[in-house]
């Protein structure tokens, strides 16, 4: 009951949010989260969000708690966003409430945000191009937004003629206090149900029974070390490949991961800091566990985990972190992939994983001064992985993303910008048993001249993994035509379009589970019906035939096929890349 109650106020807050949010990253895109924990610091529940988030709350509120100590009073609301000091990147600004009774903290509330722009050299605040993170956007540290209930003028000011777009800005900050308005009211409501005295312990029960339940559940698991590699194609300055190492070791109720192998940080913004790697480890084991365990830190504890200063996964100042969500996506494939080992069946291959991430803004010079405005599009992450049962979704945002597609239609509305094309790709899915989701492609052209274009992206040279005999998916390609020339472009770069300019990206999809040659031939006729893979892929990956002039299958011809085909060598196979 009390599970529900603070995960009821969680999602109330989230509700709060997004219905009085400003822009398009929070009312579309979801890229939000909010929290309760209690009065010692600890995650007691989390609104249906983002699961990278649920472990990035603690640090924050830490980082505010030491910083003020003795001087946390009623009405005060926290504002923190400095990497290196308990936040995750520039862009996410936590906001934390302490809920009082009295002259006593009987919890703290938090509502973080994905902003539009903070700042930097380059629009949006997530340039994987940027060397160091004084060039990222401004960097608050715990600061009072709210000292004793007041504005404190000085921050909103500062804060305001840092951004591009601060009508966007102020008013997402405002929907964020805003949800700690309706989750203090609600916290209180519950101590005056059950009283403080009870509830407080009845909230450390809750850690305890989280704690307990994790641990039968990975007592459930066989004991052992696994590990896996994954590689990031580069960091946007070089093309040296990044490699993410991790391994995991189970003992009776713990689990230890350890990142040891792992390449150096890079030159390049796409690292994640030490707290968003903790992050990534507590949201991919809370899949493995299941519903079941509540969303508390009681999960946290039976895990430890070991990241080497200096490297990719704990990277020290003045690394640059803004498009840190690529690297943290593929933080999350690496251990899947190490889980996979462990746990075959209950595994999906690889997500499509390349993280995209388009900026595209300019100034609309109309106005005197010009009016700066800011595209994100970044919840498009398409193609989960074929499981061991079924096959992978399309259009889903897997791995460790909850975000939403900012429909076409809002974004030309918003920005002077069309979406040309948006669709899937046929015959980008990694083949298997049971495939992959589907690769899709987007296709940008802009309206006005001098329009800035950031894109993040990966897996150009490392596609997607298959498990268990699965293929790889489909790799990322990115396109352009300016002024009437075809270029082909890095998965990471920035640059200036004009109007009539064209970007063209198709992203990955999913990596294939199982034998492809293993798949129901039904299932491949559908595809085909579908438009989802080609007759010329079933009859070469899938060793499927079909009877003249329809999707029929022709039986005998499609087991002597695959007899012949699975004879061959398999780095032969087109399949099994």
């Known amino acids: 009951i009390l599970k529900n109650a603070l995960e009821s106020i969680g999602d109330g807050m989230a509700l709060t949010v997004v219905r009085t949010s400003r822009s398009t990253v929070v009312r579309q895109a979801l890229d939000y989260s909010t929290g309760v924990l209690s009065s010692t610091g600890e995650l007691i529940g989390q609104g249906f969000c983002l699961p990278i988030h ?38 996410d600004i936590f906001l934390f409430k302490p809920v009082f009774l009295q002259d006593r903290v009987v919890a703290y509330l938090c509502a973080m945000t994905h902003h539009t722009d903070i700042g930097g050299r380059v629009a949006g605040g997530n340039a994987c191009d940027s060397s160091e993170i004084y060039q990222e956007g401004i960097r608050i540290p715990p600061v009072k937004l709210y000292p004793n209930g007041i504005p404190n003028e000085t921050v909103y000011r500062l804060l305001e003629k840092a951004v591009r ?26 101590v005056s149900q059950y009283g403080i005295e ?4 009845q909230v450390d029960e809750l850690i305890r029974y989280t704690e307990i339940l994790t641990r039968q559940a990975i007592s459930q698991m066989p004991n052992g070390t696994w590990s896996f590699s994954d590689y990031i194609d580069d960091d946007g300055f070089g093309t040296d490949s990044i490699r993410i190492t991790a391994t995991v070791k189970k003992e ?27 992050a990534v480890v507590y949201a991919v084991i809370k899949c493995l566990l299941g519903p079941q365990i509540p969303n508390t830190s009681g999960y946290f504890k039976p895990v430890h985990i070991s990241a080497p200063e200096g490297t990719f996964v704990n990277p020290v100042l003045p690394a640059p972190v803004a498009a840190r969500t690529l690297g943290l996506v593929r933080i999350a494939n690496t251990l899947f992939g190490a889980f996979a080992q462990m746990l075959p069946q209950k595994v999906y ?19 005197i001064p010009w009016k700066p405005w800011v595209l994100l599009d970044f919840a498009v992450e398409p193609g989960m992985g074929g499981f061991s049962y079924r096959d992978g979704l399309d259009a889903v945002s897997a791995g460790m993303l909850n975000g939403a597609n900012t429909p076409v239609e809002i974004l030309e509305i918003d920005h002077p910008v069309k979406i040309l094309e948006y669709e899937f790709v046929p015959d980008s899915e990694g083949p298997g048993k049971y495939r992959g989701g589907m690769g899709m492609k987007r296709k940008y052209q802009c309206v ?27 790799p990322t390609s990115i396109t352009a035509v300016k002024n009437g020339h075809f270029q082909v472009k890095p998965t990471k770069f920035l640059d200036t379009f004009s109007a009539g300019d064209i970007l063209e990206i198709h992203w990955p999809g999913g990596g294939g589970w199982g034998n492809p040659l293993e798949r129901n031939p039904d299932q491949v006729a559908e595809d085909i019906l579908h438009e989802k893979i080609s007759p010329s892929r079933a009859k070469l990956i899938y060793g499927v035939m079909f009877k003249d002039g329809n999707t029929s299958v022709d039986w005998q011809s499609t087991m002597e096929l695959r007899s012949k085909i699975s004879k061959v060598p398999t780095e032969s196979k087109g399949a099994q890349r």
């Open 54 to 91: 649920l472990g990035g709350m603690m640090p924050a509120l830490k980082a505010c708690t030491d910083y003020y100590q003795e001087n946390i009073n009623p009405g005060d609301i926290f504002m923190l966003n400095d990497p290196y000091e308990g936040g995750s990147h520039l862009p």
């Open 165 to 190: 777009v601060p009508e966007m800005v102020m008013g997402d900050l405002q929907a964020q206090i805003a949800g700690l308005e309706y989750g203090e009211t609600q916290y209180l409501e519950l």
């Open 198 to 201: 009870p509830l407080e312990q």
């Open 252 to 278: 009776n109720d713990e689990l230890s991961v350890d990142f040891s192998g792992t390449s150096p940080q890079c030159n390049g913004a796409i690292q994640p800091v030490l707290a968003t790697t903790h």
């Open 349 to 367: 291959a690889a997500c499509a994983g390349a993280e995209l991430g388009v900026a595209i803004s300019g100034y609309t010079k109309s106005y």
């Open 448 to 474: 006005v001249d001098e329009t800035t274009i950031q894109v993040r992206s990966d897996r150009s040279k490392v596609a997607p993994y298959g498990l268990w005999g699965g293929g790889s998916s489909k």
